[in-house]
């Protein structure tokens, strides 16, 4: 578990409709019913199939033949009528740009949903050790954030440097199972257990008129190969059993059920649909401009 908590830090239901044009290429928007969820880019880069638990050589012929595979860092932008919410802050090295490129800044974030503490989604919430977001509340599950506090400091150093500095503005749930996604956390917004990638990681799925999204956090870290093969887990994963069965699960409903996805670590934009494969599995369709 301390090999992949280390690599971790190293790396650490409607189709496709109302695409606005893109201003950049770190950004993405797409529109959920009265939300608006924007793609905010942290970096497109590919990860080496090392990080990959027992996959097979022919897997990673098939699907990564030069040994690597397409991966990024997302966070989201979330507009809703009368709130600005982030889903998670990525490393923060190109967050502030990509907000202000929306008109929005620091201050006007009203509310920080995120899927877990891994230094690549946390690593915006502070700036020069003091908190980024002055005006915003904090969301966490409550199995996330006692993991992170009840581990030794050297490395769990980043994620308790933050609970400590929005102490006064966390709030603090449990995610509920899929089957219950009616038991809201916000207003459209419910907190699905994904666990396992992280003992509280979590996923959180809009409902806004009659339109849904997912946007699953770290359910995948290798789309080409965790596609048409969820049971492969990777190192960074606390649990990679109780990962798999997470995968395997979301994987299944949204595509029973047609609900557009976006994730932190599918290459831009970010967003797509998820089918059952001709052969098992299931395969993933960026939506496209």
């Given at each position: 578990?301390?090999?992949?908590?280390?690599?971790?830090?190293?790396?650490?239901?409607?189709?496709?409709?109302?695409?606005?044009?893109?201003?950049?290429?770190?950004?993405?928007?797409?529109?959920?019913?009265?939300?608006?969820?924007?793609?905010?880019?942290?970096?497109?880069?590919?990860?080496?199939?090392?990080?990959?638990?027992?996959?097979?050589?022919?897997?990673?012929?098939?699907?990564?033949?030069?040994?690597?595979?397409?991966?990024?860092?997302?966070?989201?932008?979330?507009?809703?009528?009368?709130?600005?919410?982030?889903?998670?802050?990525?490393?923060?090295?190109?967050?502030?740009?990509?907000?202000?490129?929306?008109?929005?800044?620091?201050?006007?974030?009203?509310?920080?949903?995120?899927?877990?503490?891994?230094?690549?989604?946390?690593?915006?919430?502070?700036?020069?050790?003091?908190?980024?977001?002055?005006?915003?509340?904090?969301?966490?599950?409550?199995?996330?954030?006692?993991?992170?506090?009840?581990?030794?400091?050297?490395?769990?150093?980043?994620?308790?440097?933050?609970?400590?500095?929005?102490?006064?503005?966390?709030?603090?749930?449990?995610?509920?199972?899929?089957?219950?996604?009616?038991?809201?956390?916000?207003?459209?917004?419910?907190?699905?257990?994904?666990?396992?990638?992280?003992?509280?990681?979590?996923?959180?799925?809009?409902?806004?008129?009659?339109?849904?999204?997912?946007?699953?956090?770290?359910?995948?870290h290798a789309m080409a190969?965790?596609?048409?093969?969820?049971?492969?887990?990777v190192t960074y994963d606390?649990?990679?059993?109780?990962?798999?069965?997470?995968?395997?699960?979301?994987?299944?409903?949204?595509?029973?059920?047609?609900?557009?996805?976006a994730g932190m670590h599918?290459?831009?934009?970010?967003?797509?649909?998820?089918?059952?494969?001709?052969?098992?599995?299931?395969?993933?369709?960026?939506?496209?401009?």
């Amino acid at each position: 578990m301390k090999r992949y908590f280390i690599l971790s830090l190293l790396f650490v239901s409607i189709m496709v409709t109302n695409i606005t044009a893109q201003e950049n290429a770190d950004i993405f928007k797409f529109a959920v019913g009265s939300f608006e969820v924007i793609t905010l880019s942290e970096g497109q880069q590919k990860s080496g199939s090392s990080i990959l638990i027992d996959a097979t050589s022919e897997m990673i012929d098939k699907y990564a033949p030069d040994g690597t595979f397409p991966s990024a860092c997302n966070a989201f932008l979330l507009k809703t009528p009368d709130k600005t919410i982030l889903i998670d802050a990525g490393f923060g090295r190109n967050l502030f740009e990509n907000l202000k490129s929306q008109n929005v800044t620091a201050e006007e974030v009203d509310i920080v949903l995120l899927t877990h503490m891994h230094g690549d989604h946390i690593g915006g919430l502070l700036h020069n050790g003091k908190i980024a977001f002055p005006n915003a509340q904090l969301y966490i599950a409550q199995l996330e954030h006692d993991y992170w506090m009840n581990i030794d400091s050297r490395r769990g150093e980043q994620a308790q440097n933050v609970i400590k500095a929005y102490k006064d503005k966390f709030q603090l749930f449990a995610p509920v199972d899929l089957q219950n996604s009616t038991n809201e956390l916000l207003s459209g917004i419910s907190a699905i257990a994904a666990y396992g990638h992280t003992p509280g990681h979590t996923a959180y799925l809009l409902k806004s008129e009659n339109s849904q999204f997912l946007i699953w956090g770290d359910l995948t870290h290798a789309m080409a190969i965790q596609m048409p093969h969820p049971e492969i887990a990777v190192t960074y994963d606390v649990n990679p059993e109780d990962a798999v069965m997470a995968r395997k699960k979301i994987l299944e409903y949204v595509a029973k059920n047609r609900i557009p996805v976006a994730g932190m670590h599918i290459a831009f934009p970010a967003m797509g649909n998820v089918t059952e494969g001709a052969n098992g599995g299931y395969k993933f369709t960026a939506i496209k401009n």
